[in-house]
């Protein structure tokens, strides 16, 4: 047979311009605290979010111990209930996924991946994590000053966000409003470094067509993440000024205990406008990444080439521009123009389109391909399972007459947590498992990691496919206790309670992932520069880990796009993308054509 390559070519430019300067630090603090080396920093970036996604966790536990067993547990009231919704949906949405994906995997990938020796401003990079620390650390604040963290709900809805009578409607909605903004002036200078680095940086050959789908992901979710995050921003400042300086941006003419409020004019919708506008590209923000990711994971694992690779670039891009014209169909409640309504419900149903294209392709990649069920993989196939799972509850509440019944119902709960929560969560560790290898130069225990899979998997199906139930029956979202009410039969009640046995069950097997993490990077199984034969630049380094720089002396030169696996006519079943066309040739001189 006579051999076949996609985007093959010989010729690569001569360089333009010279290599970038590198800082290289000489003491500890330099290296690995203050450190402008994009890999530490991607480290740091996801250190610090998986931190804080711990609390949320050990936070969700708690809610689910008072729906699972009401009135059992005297540490658990009504309004600190509120604040552990609140704190749970903000830090999981935002700090953990937004930080992880965005911070943590684009630090970390995008300079390997593109071939790069760093991002293009490496001191502006430290800064930003210094910056979602401090951001961090302040909503941390929240819980211990007076009247305790916000329990205004994670979407943080004006008025009643920031009158007496909320939970932390003081300092606990300060701490998180001006949390939120320092997140998103450190999230802007990560995120300009991040398209800038890929724009211009990407190493000889590189084209925008070659570069891996985990890139086109992250650089897309960075670009809505640039555009959305100022809506955001701006409400924020906005209540801020409410709050503390009377304005009426949102507040309208209000009585409060029989007293009339210094408030009029102002419009709560209007925040809801803002809100959702960034809050609907968050959705994408979190999947975009996570379909690139899920892309490579499956094309490495598999052993077969991505199938259909520009359709999925531009799904990525489209998926990317109609995020922006979704968002008010979270707002069907809200009183809107019905003809609104339609639009918002149309332009949904649209958006589905390119996501299905990604489902179908990933399914044609899987097709005839040499599977190898590890645990990556295990993680990727668990994701396109629960996203299209929680994709189908989607087009229910994108209905309008559909979506009136079931909004602030726990169907709304179970469905955001099946496309929002565990998808993107079961690809973030399949992308640990896989790249682990690569920052630490160690495998992953596997038998401990397949454990960790089926529990997962299995746990958050127990978790979420009987709460679409409760919301069928109408049981209603963020109440701290629905006991006693005629219209929810006692098989709700038992179901909680079997949700919350199994949510504890997942929470308490992660401690066996955070211990697989720190066993092996001190006893793991070296696991040399290329474990899953794979074909990308990150895996063609001089050393693993990469030193500061990434690539030795000079940088590599690419010659075909990233997934040529199985090719015809090949020995090898993958060929590196920086591998020249000449050695193919020698390699598979005498072979019959």
Excluded: C
Excluded at 457 to 468: C, E, N, Q, S
């Amino acid at each position: 047979m006579s051999y076949v390559a996609h985007d093959e070519s010989a010729f690569v430019r001569p360089p333009e311009i010279g290599e970038m300067e590198l800082y290289h630090p000489k003491t500890f603090i330099g290296k690995y605290i203050w450190s402008q080396d994009a890999k530490v920093i991607g480290v740091q970036y996801s250190i610090t979010a998986i931190a804080v996604g711990l609390v949320a966790l050990v936070l969700s536990g708690i809610m689910r111990l008072q729906l699972g067993f009401p009135d059992t547990f005297s540490f658990i009231n009504p309004s600190n209930y509120l604040q552990f919704v609140t704190m749970h949906g903000m830090i999981m949405v935002v700090y953990l996924l937004t930080a992880l994906f965005l911070g943590g995997f684009g630090n970390y990938l995008i300079p390997l991946m593109i071939g790069a020796r760093d991002m293009v401003f490496p001191y502006v990079n430290m800064i930003s994590y210094w910056v979602y620390l401090f951001a961090v650390l302040l909503l941390m604040a929240s819980f211990f000053v007076p009247g305790g963290s916000t329990g205004a709900g994670w979407t943080l809805y004006p008025p009643q966000a920031i009158l007496d009578g909320t939970p932390g409607a003081h300092w606990g909605i300060i701490l998180m409003l001006v949390s939120l903004a320092f997140f998103i002036i450190g999230f802007t200078m990560g995120g300009l470094n991040y398209v800038v680095t890929i724009l211009q940086a990407r190493t000889r050959g590189m084209t925008l067509m070659r570069m891996p789908l985990t890139i086109w992901g992250i650089f897309m979710a960075t670009i809505l993440a640039l555009l959305a995050f100022p809506a955001l921003f701006v409400s924020a400042i906005m209540m801020i000024l409410d709050l503390l300086l009377g304005t009426s941006f949102f507040m309208p003419a209000l009585v409060s205990k029989g007293q009339h409020l210094d408030y009029s004019g102002g419009s709560p919708v209007l925040f809801q406008h803002l809100f959702w506008f960034f809050g609907h590209p968050e959705v994408y923000i979190v999947a975009l990444p996570a379909f690139g990711i899920v892309s490579d994971l499956i094309a490495v694992h598999a052993r077969k080439n991505i199938f259909g690779y520009r359709m999925m670039v531009w799904a990525i891009v489209a998926i990317g521009g109609l995020s922006f014209i979704v968002w008010a169909h979270h707002m069907y409640v809200s009183g809107m123009n019905p003809y609104f309504g339609f639009f918002f419900a149309t332009t949904t149903l649209i958006i589905a389109v390119p996501t299905a294209l990604k489902v179908y392709n990933w399914v044609l990649t899987l097709w005839r391909g040499n599977i190898h069920l590890t645990v990556p993989m295990l993680f990727a196939i668990g994701f396109i399972f629960t996203f299209v799972n929680g994709g189908l509850t989607g087009l229910f509440l994108g209905n309008v007459t559909v979506d009136l019944p079931l909004s602030d119902t726990m169907f709304v709960v179970a469905h955001f947590h099946m496309v929002m929560a565990v998808s993107p969560i079961l690809v973030i560790f399949g992308a640990i498992y896989h790249w682990y290898p690569k920052v630490t130069g160690r495998m992953l225990n596997d038998t401990l990691g397949k454990f960790h899979f089926w529990v997962t998997f299995l746990g958050t199906y127990a978790i979420y496919y009987p709460m679409h139930y409760l919301g069928f029956l109408g049981v209603p979202r963020r109440y701290y206790a629905v006991t006693g009410t005629d219209f929810i039969p006692e098989s709700a009640h038992s179901l909680n309670a079997a949700m919350t046995i199994a949510t504890l069950i997942v929470g308490a097997v992660q401690l066996v992932f955070i211990y697989n993490l720190v066993r092996s990077y001190f006893k793991g199984k070296p696991a040399g520069d290329n474990p899953w034969q794979a074909t990308t630049l990150e895996w063609q380094t001089a050393h693993t880990p990469p030193t500061h720089g990434n690539f030795g002396p000079t940088l590599p030169a690419v010659y075909r796009w990233a997934y040529d696996y199985s090719v015809p006519g090949v020995e090898a079943d993958f060929i590196p993308q920086n591998q020249p066309p000449a050695q193919k040739t020698a390699r598979t001189e005498g072979k019959p054509s």
